[in-house]
C-alpha cells in the first residue's frame, strides 16, 4: 500500500472539504446564536490561497465563506484547522492566517470594514489539549500595555471530551470524527467494523465509495494498533468486498487476494 505523509491531516481535509460536510458540521457544531445569523444555503469553499509554503506545513488551507442574513454583502469567514498534538502557538498562527486572509480582501478591491474570521481548530491528540484559547496569553507584557496588545479567541473542538453517541451529524461527518477521536486507540481495529457499518446504505453512491476508501486509507495509515486483519474484519460485508478488491492501494499488500477467498 502506497506510503501516506501527514494521514491525519489529508484525511481531515478530504472531508471537510466536502461543502455539504462543511454545513453539517457548522449546523451541528458552531454556537446557535452564530449559526442562527447565517444563511447556510450560501456557504461555499473558498478557492484562494491565503497561506505560503512555510505556513502550509502547519495549516490545511480549509476556508469557507457564508453570507450572513443580514441586507446587503455581509459575510464572514469560517477558518478550519486541525491538530492531532497540543501546539502552544497555535493562536499566533490563526492570527498570521486571519491577517493574510484580510490582506486578500482588500487586494481585491473590496471596501472596509473586513469581514469577521470564526478560526476554529478541531482537536484529537492523546491527550488533552491543556492549552488557553486567548491570543492574549502568549504576550508577555505590563498591565499599561495590555488594550494595545491584540487579542481573539478561537472556537475548540476537542473529540475525546465526546462520547460516541454524543457525536453528531450526518454519516461522513460522524464516521470521520469517530475515526479521528479512536485513531490512536489500542481497541481502534475492534472499534473499525462498527464504525464503518455507518456507511451502509450510502456505498453503491460515487460519494460514498470515495469516502469509504478514503476512510480505509486513513486508517491503515494513520493507526499504528490496526492491522491487516482488523482490516479484513471490517470489510467482510459483501457488498464492501465486491469494492473493495477492485482499489489498486489494496493490491500490493496482499489484501485483495485474502479478501476473494473470504
Partial sequence: MEQITKPHDRFFKETLSQVETARDFVRHYLPNEMTALMNLDTLDVTKDSFVDQELKERFSDLVYRVDL????????????????????????????????????????????????????????????????????????????????????????WDLSNYTDEEIKGGVFLRVAFLLMKHIFSKDMGEKLPGILKL????????????????????????????????????????????????????????????????
Fill in 69 to 156: 442574513k443580514e441586507e446587503g454583502q455581509v459575510f464572514v469567514y469560517l477558518l478550519f484547522e486541525h491538530k492531532s498534538y497540543p501546539e502552544s502557538d497555535v493562536a499566533l498562527h490563526l492570527l498570521s492566517y486571519m491577517v493574510r486572509l484580510w490582506l486578500q480582501h482588500l487586494k481585491q478591491g473590496k471596501a472596509l470594514p473586513l469581514p469577521a474570521v470564526i478560526p476554529m481548530v478541531i482537536y484529537h491528540g492523546e491527550t488533552k489539549w491543556g492549552i488557553p484559547l486567548g491570543f492574549r496569553t502568549l504576550v508577555k507584557a505590563p498591565g499599561v500595555m495590555t488594550p494595545l496588545t491584540p487579542d481573539f479567541q478561537y472556537l475548540l
Fill in 199 to 262: 456507511l451502509y446504505g450510502v456505498q453503491h453512491a460515487r460519494s460514498g465509495l470515495h469516502y469509504l476508501e478514503s476512510a480505509l486509507r486513513y486508517v491503515a495509515s494513520g493507526s499504528s494498533h490496526v492491522r491487516k486483519e482488523d482490516i479484513l474484519r471490517a470489510v467482510k460485508e459483501p457488498w464492501m468486498i465486491k469494492e473493495v478488491i477492485l482499489w489498486p492501494h489494496w493490491r500490493n499488500n496482499g489484501l485483495t487476494k485474502e479478501l476473494k477467498r473470504e
